[in-house]
């Protein structure tokens, strides 16, 4: 009989700039049947781990922030290296950043305050807490960029790295995406097929998108398209087991062309559908489908 205390015990830190997404993460966490709590004291934070790995095989969400009683990126980094240390369970960092000029519209549309900002311009409390959560952010271990996410999008990124479902270790996601818009920063492999024939040059195509048939068809006749999408998938199948093997959480596998509307959205949509027969844990996010016209 296996004892409760060997069973794995899971926390992950969730912090960053306020108004990058926290409240979101925090959200799609609890969904996904982790126990979730939000500023807890970090001088409370050891003690709370150390019970829950006596019960063991929890899974805790924790937000920390600015806002959090004592907080300190020091004093965060000390925490989560003696926790590390003392062996009780896995422990991770998420960083959740964006753009200032994102950041700032979003406070002023939302008409929030700042929480470093009270008494002081939006841009003043941002570049502050930027300064403040520097240290976080370059030992983070998981790290989302939400500028030019939507909230479902954050939430199927989550929902992909953090899922709890029994499958294989590697959880991959697959963006779509538009060179005009840049590469996606959380992407650990980038794939440019601006090299196939365009739908956007045909003004009946032009309005579709790589998910509608006709523009799919028109794509895959270009000779270029099963040799690269049968490389691609042999790539792929190398390399997933050995990143496993390496012990690596989460992948994110980004495919771009002009406009992210057409030739990138299909080739996602291929290679996403192959992946996951193969019982990976897969998802997919067309990040700039509905935000770009070529």
Not at 193 to 218: H, M
Not at 241 to 266: D, N
Request: glycine share 8%.
């Amino acid at each position: 009989m296996t004892d409760a205390s060997d069973i794995a015990t899971r926390l992950i830190l969730i912090t960053g700039q306020s108004g990058a997404g926290k409240s979101t993460a925090l959200k799609q966490f609890e969904d996904l049947g982790w126990d979730v709590a939000d500023n807890i004291p970090l001088s409370l934070l050891s003690g709370l781990m150390a019970e829950i790995s006596r019960e063991g095989g929890r899974s805790l969400a924790v937000g920390v922030d600015s806002r959090t009683f004592g907080f300190s990126a020091d004093m965060l980094l000390s925490l989560i290296g003696e926790l590390k240390e003392k062996g009780s369970g896995e422990v991770g960092l998420l960083f959740l950043h964006c753009d200032e000029m994102v950041l700032q519209r979003r406070f002023t549309e939302t008409r929030r305050r700042h929480p470093l900002a009270s008494d002081r311009p939006v841009a003043d409390g941002i570049r502050r807490e930027q300064q403040m959560l520097a240290p976080l952010k370059d030992k983070a271990d998981y790290l989302i960029d939400s500028t030019l996410l939507s909230v479902p999008e954050l939430r199927q990124l989550l929902i992909g790295q953090f899922s709890l479902e029994d499958r294989p270790a590697l959880a991959t996601t697959f963006v779509s995406f538009s060179y005009k818009k840049g590469v996606p920063r959380e992407a650990d492999l980038v794939f440019d097929v601006r090299f196939l024939q365009n739908p956007y040059y045909d003004p009946q195509l032009r309005p579709g998108t790589g998910q509608d048939k006709a523009v799919a068809d028109f794509i895959e006749t270009d000779p270029a398209f099963d040799p690269f999408l049968d490389q691609l998938e042999a790539m792929l199948d190398l390399l997933l087991p050995r990143y496993l093997s390496e012990g690596k959480s989460y992948l994110t596998i980004a495919v771009g062309c002009t406009g992210g509307r057409h030739r990138s959205v299909c080739i996602a949509e291929n290679i996403h559908d192959r992946i996951a027969r193969r019982g990976y844990f897969t998802h997919l996010v067309h990040r700039d489908l509905e935000k770009s016209g070529s």
